[in-house]
């Protein structure tokens, strides 16, 4: 499968404060055995979500057991108390948000690692042994496109639902999400899942944003965008397949997204607060009209363009 990115967007996560990784360095001594590391996860934030999925498609209860946090931060930094400790064991003097997701080792109490992306990879590749691949060989580049666009959507749609800036880079924004849709609709007519006959961390990663698209982002945007972001029958008729897997729909938090404060984002590294939304909104129709008269705007100075 050949994806491409939306370029325009570049990623603004900031660096996991821990990235440790598990049976690829001997000086840390993170040697793959069962039992001896714990995650610590919050279903309601995307990257938790994404472990929790993969941890149960691998089938690893008990193997590595999970704690699971209240999707609502008790602390006024968006962090989590429980995980107060762990952070101060890894960082002297450590004065950051204590978030999640988190796998820790139980042997030293310290923290392994905060970076969902290697956490998915750790655990498929030291305890995933007998079960099918989430991590095919030779589908690198094909899973990593995947997770390129996948971040692409979540940003563009971000972007497309703000109240901050100007119409032009909302409607832009929005264009480029939905090409990516389109992208994905196509490719999708008559395949069950994304680049294998089997679910991988590819299908994983982008049911995770779907998810986030459809309870997240969608309450942002206006009426008309939600009808055309609905208009890709076939790719949310593939979210709704998995969706019914156990694996996957069972940790689905409805609920958890709309308990957080207001300005948390359950989604990005470690749900950290963000300053996108603010809470007086235009007018739907307002919005509306104005996408419509730039998007006319911009068909009609890309034909002018193309006439001289």
Not at 122 to 146: I, K, N, W
């Amino acid at each position: 499968m050949t994806v491409t990115p939306l370029a325009a967007h570049t990623t603004d996560r900031p660096a996991p404060a821990f990235r440790g990784r598990i049976g690829r360095d001997a000086r840390s001594g993170h040697y793959a055995v069962p039992r001896r590391y714990r995650l610590h996860l919050a279903a309601a934030c995307a990257d938790g979500l994404r472990i929790a999925v993969v941890h149960s498609l691998l089938g690893l209860d008990d193997i590595c057991p999970v704690t699971l946090l209240d999707p609502v931060p008790d602390c006024p930094d968006g962090g989590h108390a429980a995980l107060r400790p762990l952070y101060e064991a890894g960082a002297h003097r450590y004065t950051g948000a204590a978030v999640a997701p988190v796998l820790s080792d139980d042997w030293s109490g310290r923290i392994v690692s905060t970076h969902a992306t290697d956490i998915t990879r750790d655990l498929a590749r030291h305890f995933g042994g007998g079960r099918p691949a989430l991590y095919p060989c030779g589908a690198e580049s094909e899973t990593e496109a995947v997770e390129r666009m996948s971040r692409g959507i979540a940003q563009a749609a971000q972007q497309a639902g703000s109240t901050g800036g100007d119409d032009t880079d909302r409607v832009d924004a929005l264009e480029q999400l939905l090409d990516s849709l389109g992208s994905l609709e196509r490719w999708l007519v008559d395949r069950e899942f994304l680049i294998r006959d089997h679910i991988t961390a590819a299908d994983v990663e982008l049911w995770v944003t779907l998810v986030q698209l459809d309870t997240v982002h969608r309450h942002h945007l206006d009426a008309a965008a939600v009808q055309r972001i609905a208009g890709h029958p076939t790719l949310w008729a593939y979210a709704r397949r998995l969706t019914a897997h156990p694996a996957l729909g069972t940790h689905l938090d409805l609920d958890g997204p709309r308990r957080r404060p207001a300005g948390t984002a359950p989604g990005g590294h470690g749900c950290r607060r963000v300053a996108h939304h603010d809470h007086h909104p235009r007018p739907p129709g307002e919005r509306v009209r104005s996408y419509e008269l730039l998007a006319q705007e911009r068909r009609r100075r890309g034909h002018s363009s193309q006439s001289s």
